[in-house]
């Protein structure tokens, strides 16, 4: 790989001089006669090196370092100076320069310093790379997952991190929804800014704007003082948005100013607040069809849904459910201070064939009442909870009556959606998205077995 130099000097001849030799050694070399030239130069190209000229026409190299050092901090910069500079230059190495080489340039030596520039620039752009995917590695690396759907999922993850994108996950309940967000945070440019969840469900429509936008003294009633709301709290970071299809209109509206503006306006104020976030939201709800109800906004839509996650449900990726049972069981029996190592065959063959309505944090919450209540030094079907060995011994019957294939099936389907309209208290949205079924679907089967 070609390295490229830039040769920042005023004199037209000494520096055809320095480019010639340079590019004799196999160099890619770019010119600049100045100070704002070679910034423009640093800008616009790929520039691996400088050698730089003290004395320039409109500043030193003093200042070109300082600029750089804004700009790209691992470009390595090399000083020519006269020996009665030589203390500025030293002086400049102190503030960050590469090193230094007086008048009149010996190529030779210039060539050996060049060499171990090249070689402290690769190796740093290396050390930087490896940094940020051992970063990347260790955020995801919670999210626990060997199935093809959660690998995909961490894969589309890891692959946005990197970016200012916007991310909308979508999911069930106690998917992970909010554990993906932190590892997105994790992996990305902003992992050494604040992270701040807020879960709009959480909190009464009323609450929701103050907590968000923050307010002035005097705002309101019994606003004595002013308070910074989550939006300036993660300035420099990331803000995650849980529950957004439970958001108000009215606050869609001002969502949506701040992802088209990057400003907000605390209540009680006109004052336009810059803010610099990146905002993950996330959801269980059906947002299209919320659209076409009015009750969320489409351009708000479109502005989050710009990269768009969806999170399997733990019934449709089965297999992960060893690997992550076996993690609950290492975190918990640690924590209760449980001489718990496995499973009996019997509780686990009840865990891979229960649906997990709750997902992960379900699963988790099974484990760690396990864990608590296990006598021995694995965890029996004993010490599951009563609705998951029941719900195991309703679906085992239905195959032992040894009824013909699609009137089984049929049982079944009915079991599962009566099940999950008690669950959702007849809130058909929410059984339908449960299911992994359109509303549509779920009504004509509701008629189709006579459910109400």
Known sequence: MKTHVLIVEDEA?????????????????LESENVEQALERIRQDAVDIVISDFKLPDGTGQDLLEKIQEINPAIPVILITAYASVEKAVQAMKSGAFDYI?????????????????????????????????EQEASFSGLIGKSRKMQEVLNLAARVAPTQATVLLRGESGTGKEMLARAIHLASPRRDGPFVAFNVAAL???????????????????ADRRRLGRFEE????????????????????RLLRVLQENTIQRLGSNKNIPVDIRIIAATHKNLEQMIKEGTFREDLYYRLNVISIHIPP????????????????????????????????????????????????ELEN????????????????????????????????EVEENLPLDEAVARLEMQLIRRSLEKHHGNQTRAAEELGISERKLRYKMEKYGLK
């Open 13 to 29: 001849i000494q520096r055809q001089v320095l480019a010639t030799h340079l590019q004799d050694e196999g160099y890619d070399v």
């Open 102 to 134: 007086t008048k009149p340039i010996q190529i030779e030596e210039l060539l050996v310093v060049l060499k171990r520039a090249r070689e402290h620039h690769f190796l740093l752009i290396e050390n930087q790379r490896l940094k940020a995917q051992l």
């Open 204 to 222: 009464p429509a009323t609450l929701i704007e103050s907590e968000l936008f923050g307010h002035e003294k005097g705002a309101f009633t019994g």
């Open 234 to 253: 993660a300035h420099g970071g990331t803000i995650f948005i849980d529950e957004i299809g439970d958001m108000p209109l009215e606050i869609q509206t």
């Open 314 to 361: 733990l019934r449709k990726r089965k297999d992960d459910i060893p690997l992550m049972a076996q993690h609950f069981l290492e975190k918990y029996r640690a924590m209760h201070h449980k001489e718990v190592s496995g499973f009996t065959r019997e509780a686990f063959d009840k865990l891979m064939k229960y649906n997990y309505p709750g997902n992960v944090r």
């Open 366 to 397: 099974i484990i760690e009442r396990a864990v608590i209540l296990a006598r021995g030094n694995a965890i029996d079907e004993d010490d599951l909870p009563e609705h998951l060995l029941k719900e195991n011994n309703e679906n085992l019957r």
